[in-house]
C-alpha cells in the first residue's frame, strides 16, 4: 500500500550511494533510506555533524544526485525524470556565488531572467520597470533597501549573502535548498542573519529546506528540524518537540543538553545551567543535591559561570554570579538539580 502524498515535497526511502574511488576506497551509504515531507509554506531544517549526508539529501532533492533507490515527489508527481532545471527549485551555498561584473540589482535580476515556471513553461517576460520593481521589493525583503547600483565587491560577507538570498527567492521557487548559507559568516552575524532569513522567507511564503550544523541556527530558522544522523534521521520534530524530548542522548547532546544523569532507572539530560548552587536564589521544582569541583571560571555577559566537575554527573556550567563572587578553581561547591532545566530520556 502507499500512502498518498501530501502537498509540496515527498521524499520516500532515499538512498544516495558514492561509488568506491579509484584507489579502491569502500562505497559510501550516504543517505540511507530517508523519507520526509515537507508541506507548502514550510521551513524544514537538516541539522547534523559533518559528514552525516546532509548536502547528499538535499542535493539528491534538487536532482544533483542520482538515487540508489527511492522517489523525490512534489505535489504527487515523480521527479525521476525532472531535470533540475525544470523542478522549479531554488539553490543557494555557502559561498553565494555572486557576479562580480553585475552590481547588486544585476545580481537580482538574473534571478529574474530566463526562467521557466514551474510548470515547465517559460516565464513571461518582464517589461524594464517590473523587473526593476520586483528587484526594490527583494532588496526590501533582504533588508537591503537601496543598494541596486552598488558593486558587489564593496559588500560585506552578510551582504552578500542577503544579495544571494534576494537572487534565488526572485523567481519565487516553489522550493528554495539552501546548503549552509549562514556558515562562512561570523557568530553574531550568523545569530542576526538567522532570524531575517527566517522573515525573508514567512514574507515570501517560501517553501525551504535548510542545511546546517548549528542548533541555534536550525531552531531559529526553521519550523521543523530534522535531525540527522549517519545517513539517516534520528529524530524529526518543531523545535520545542525536540528540546523538551530528545529520542536519545546523542540527539539531546547534539541539541546543546551537557551532561546525562541516571537514576533510578531511568535517565535525565541536563541543560547548562541545570545545576545551580545551593542558596543562590530558589530553584523552581528543585530536584536532589551533588557536590562538584569547580574547574575553571569565566565571565559571560557580566556573568560569571564555573566548569566544575561533578560526580556521577560529568563535567557541566554552573551560573555563580557577579563576578567578584566567584569561586577559586579547586574550591567545592553545593550544586542542587533544577528540574525545570532537564529532559526526560528514554531507558
Ligand atoms: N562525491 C563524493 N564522493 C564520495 N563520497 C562522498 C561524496 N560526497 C560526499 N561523500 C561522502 O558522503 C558522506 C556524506 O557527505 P555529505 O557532504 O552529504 O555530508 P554533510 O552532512 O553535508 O557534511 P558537511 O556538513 O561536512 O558538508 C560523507 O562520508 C562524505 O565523505
Keep these: 500500500?502507499?500512502?498518498?502524498?501530501?502537498?509540496?515535497?515527498?521524499?520516500?526511502?532515499?538512498?544516495?550511494?558514492?561509488?568506491?574511488?579509484?584507489?579502491?576506497?569502500?562505497?559510501?551509504?550516504?543517505?540511507d533510506r530517508v523519507s520526509l515531507d515537507v508541506a507548502r509554506g514550510e521551513i524544514l531544517a537538516l541539522l547534523g555533524p559533518s559528514g552525516c549526508g546532509k548536502s547528499s539529501l538535499l542535493r539528491a532533492v534538487a536532482g544533483l544526485e542520482?538515487?540508489?533507490?527511492?522517489?523525490?515527489?512534489?505535489?504527487?508527481?515523480?521527479?525521476?525524470r525532472t531535470p533540475v532545471h525544470e523542478?522549479?527549485?531554488g539553490l543557494m551555498f555557502q559561498d553565494g556565488?555572486?557576479?562580480?561584473h553585475r552590481d547588486v540589482a544585476g545580481n537580482v535580476a538574473y534571478g529574474l531572467e530566463g526562467r521557466t515556471t514551474v510548470d515547465g513553461r517559460r516565464a513571461p517576460r518582464r517589461t524594464r520597470t517590473e523587473t526593476t520593481a520586483r528587484v526594490d521589493e527583494l532588496l526590501d525583503v533582504v533588508g537591503l533597501t537601496g543598494y541596486g547600483r552598488r558593486a558587489v565587491a564593496t559588500l560585506s560577507g552578510g551582504e552578500r549573502q542577503r544579495v544571494?538570498?534576494?537572487?534565488?527567492?526572485?523567481?519565487?521557487?516553489?522550493?528554495?535548498?539552501?546548503?549552509?548559507?549562514?556558515?562562512?559568516?561570523?557568530?553574531?552575524?550568523?545569530?542576526?542573519?538567522a532570524v531575517d532569513l527566517r522573515a525573508a522567507l514567512l514574507t515570501t511564503g517560501t517553501t525551504a529546506v535548510f542545511v546546517t550544523h548549528d542548533q541555534d541556527e536550525a531552531f531559529t530558522v526553521a519550523d521543523r528540524v530534522a535531525?540527522?544522523?549517519?545517513?539517516?534521521f534520528a529524530q524529526v520534530g518543531t523545535p520545542a518537540q525536540l528540546w523538551a524530548e530528545p529520542a536519545t542522548w546523542e540527539v539531546a547532546s547534539f541539541l546543546g543538553y551537557e551532561a546525562r544523569l541516571d537514576v533510578d532507572g531511568s535517565a535525565l539530560a541536563l541543560a547548562p545551567g541545570a545545576l545551580r548552587v545551593v542558596g543562590?536564589?530558589?530553584?523552581?521544582?528543585?530536584?536532589?543535591?551533588?557536590?562538584?569541583?569547580?574547574?575553571?571560571?569565566?565571565?559571560?555577559?557580566?556573568?560569571?559561570?564555573?566548569?566544575?566537575?561533578?560526580?556521577?554527573?560529568?563535567?557541566?556550567?554552573?551560573?555563580?554570579?557577579?563576578?567578584?563572587?566567584?569561586?577559586?578553581?579547586?574550591?567545592?561547591?553545593?550544586?542542587?538539580?533544577?528540574?525545570?532545566r532537564t529532559a526526560p530520556l528514554p531507558a
Design 97 to 100: 556565488q555572486l557576479f562580480a
Design 164 to 193: 544571494a538570498l534576494a537572487r534565488s527567492l526572485a523567481p519565487r521557487p516553489r522550493l528554495l535548498l539552501l546548503d549552509e548559507p549562514l556558515s562562512a559568516l561570523d557568530r553574531e552575524l550568523r545569530e542576526r542573519l
Design 66 to 80: 542520482p538515487l540508489a533507490d527511492g522517489s523525490v515527489t512534489w505535489d504527487g508527481t515523480d521527479l525521476a
Design 1 to 31: 500500500m502507499t500512502t498518498p502524498a501530501p502537498g509540496g515535497l515527498a521524499v520516500r526511502d532515499l538512498v544516495v550511494t558514492y561509488a568506491p574511488d579509484a584507489r579502491g576506497a569502500a562505497p559510501v551509504r550516504a543517505v
Design 87 to 89: 523542478r522549479g527549485f
Design 280 to 340: 543562590a536564589g530558589s530553584a523552581p521544582g528543585a530536584g536532589p543535591q551533588f557536590r562538584g569541583t569547580v574547574r575553571a571560571v569565566h565571565v559571560r555577559r557580566g556573568v560569571a559561570e564555573a566548569t566544575v566537575d561533578v560526580v556521577s554527573v560529568g563535567r557541566v556550567t554552573v551560573v555563580v554570579g557577579p563576578p567578584a563572587l566567584a569561586p577559586v578553581p579547586g574550591s567545592e561547591l553545593d550544586l542542587r538539580l533544577d528540574l525545570g
Design 227 to 232: 535531525v540527522m544522523r549517519a545517513g539517516r
